[in-house]
């Protein structure tokens, strides 16, 4: 990214803000909208300065997680923050060196209202609209910039620092049984903040001069937090990007018989799995996650999982009854409550806002076409990603990126994460990052040491 007179553009950056400020502030809760003008505002003008927009997503990012308290007039505020504050920036951007996912993804979602519009399946929800703008325009910003394996990597770091720092002051300052973080959501805040971590962690770990000790402080605060949440699905997460890391760094990384790979990987695999148990042993019982793991150990089916199985029937129930274009976002609930609130089970259960299952809730709220839709962006992505890893040099590190997508695909089974308000943004920015991988290999420096015989 090439910036020319860059003081000329901060200039115009903070007119558009202030021109800005009047629709912004327009919500019950304006100190949020200043807060976030005030963020926007300073990571924009550090953009343009220092060039790196890792600190610039990632304050996207947490407005994004924020401005979902009621009062923060949700996506609106991002939204018209984006258009205003950002637009400049776009004149002095390079050409994304790829075009079709940029213009596929606008295309997609205008033809999916188009249809709405035209046939009419239901009665559109504005908040949603917004929503789904609001992560188009940053998926497309997300293309303008040039991305690699450390640079998400760093993007995950800060996020994910973000997301432990709240935590602390939560945990210090109103702590009861669970944490909810800026989402408001316990799960929502512990699934966001266990991927990313995932993608940082394993980053760390399987790059060519592995760091240790970071790795292993900034998990401790991490973990912590995760613990915090009372969520299951951080335990998980957990478990399945230490069982990826050992399995590439004995398979893949490891150059020795098979038989040493398998010995090495089940030695590791062990050793994690202790570790974990005396971690596990020495937490107290009073703990919210104890409480859940526990209720699963001894067979019984608590309201939880329940809910989710509820949740699940519904989602399917709803996909077959309008399987073209869904029912519409934000419809889940008072659709449920219409057609399966005579079931005795429902009365458990009255603010079932979602399927509980990111492909069921895409599934019975955006239909065949919006399905289609997440599987061609997630094809794309997950393509270019692996041919990222086959060409680079550093193919060990580049794993992090498809660890972090597995970790984020496993808990999306049992939440609607990242198909969900709070977390939207960075979902279209994370997909957007994976299809601008670059696949050219990188070209060795072979140094060349001088004859002095003829000298």
Same mark, same amino acid.
């Given at each position: ?43 924009? +003008? ?28 949700? =996506?609106?505020? $991002? ?34 209202? $188009? ?12 908040? /949603? ?8 325009? +940053?998926?497309? $910003?997300?293309?303008?910039? =040039? ?7 760093? #993007? ?39 991927? %990313? /971590?995932?993608? /940082? ?14 790795? %292993?402080?900034?998990? +401790? ?18 478990? #399945?990007?230490?069982? *990826? ?6 398979? #893949? ?26 971690? /596990? ?65 429902? *009365? ?26 997440? $599987? ?6 997950? *393509? ?37 308000? =709070? ?24 140094? %060349?040491?001088? *004859?002095?015989?003829?000298?």
């Amino acid at each position: 990214m090439e910036m020319k007179r860059p003081w000329l553009i901060i200039f115009f950056i903070i007119a558009l803000s202030l021109l800005g400020t009047f629709f912004l502030t327009k919500n019950a809760n304006i100190w949020i909208s200043l807060l976030c003008i005030a963020a926007m505002l300073t990571a924009t +003008i550090i953009l343009v300065i220092y060039e790196n927009p890792s600190m610039f997503f990632v304050v996207i990012f947490f407005i994004n997680h924020i401005t979902f308290v009621d009062g923060g007039q949700y =996506s609106n505020l $991002l939204l018209l923050g984006t258009l205003f504050i950002f637009s400049p920036v776009f004149l002095y951007l390079k050409k994304p060196k790829r075009l079709l996912p940029l213009l596929l993804f606008p295309a997609l979602l205008l033809l999916y209202y $188009l249809l709405v519009l035209s046939l009419k399946p239901y009665a559109l929800n504005l908040v /949603w609209v917004m929503l789904h703008l609001e992560a188009m325009a +940053i998926f497309i $910003l997300t293309q303008f910039f =040039s991305w690699n394996t450390e640079k998400i990597a760093n #993007v995950a770091k800060f996020h994910m620092l973000a997301l432990v720092i709240f935590g602390i002051f939560e945990v210090t300052l109103f702590y009861k049984d669970r944490i909810n973080g800026p989402m408001m959501s316990a799960t929502a805040y512990g699934v966001q903040l266990v991927i %990313v /971590w995932s993608i /940082w962690f394993s980053y760390e770990l399987l790059k060519a001069k592995p760091q240790y000790k970071s790795a %292993v402080i900034y998990t +401790i605060f991490a973990a912590v937090i995760m613990i915090a949440t009372g969520t299951r699905m951080t335990a998980i997460g957990v478990a #399945v990007t230490f069982a *990826s890391i050992l399995f590439i760094r004995s398979f #893949v990384a490891n150059r020795v018989s098979i038989y040493k790979r398998v010995l090495q990987f089940g030695l590791s695999g062990i050793a994690a799995a202790l570790t974990i148990l005396a971690v /596990w042993t020495i937490l107290p019982q009073e703990l919210q996650i104890k409480k859940n793991f526990q209720s699963i150990i001894q067979g019984q089916v608590d309201n939880s999982n329940m809910g989710r199985l509820f949740a699940w029937f519904c989602g399917i129930q709803t996909f077959k009854d309008n399987p073209l274009l869904g029912i519409g976002n934000g419809n889940f609930m008072q659709f449920v409550q219409q057609n399966y609130g005579h079931l005795p089970i429902s *009365s458990l259960f009255p603010t079932l806002i979602h399927a509980h299952n990111a492909t069921l809730v895409i599934l019975s709220e955006n239909g065949i076409f919006g399905i289609t839709t997440a $599987l061609i962006l997630v094809f794309m992505a997950l *393509s270019q990603a692996f041919r990222h890893i086959k060409q680079s040099n550093f193919k060990n590190s580049g794993y992090c990126l498809i660890i972090g997508f597995a970790v984020m695909y496993l808990l999306s089974m049992f939440d609607a994460i990242p198909y969900y308000p =709070s977390c939207m943004v960075w979902g279209a920015w994370f997909l957007g990052a994976l299809i601008q991988l670059p696949v050219e290999r990188e070209k060795d420096i072979i140094l %060349v040491k001088p *004859s002095i015989s003829g000298a």
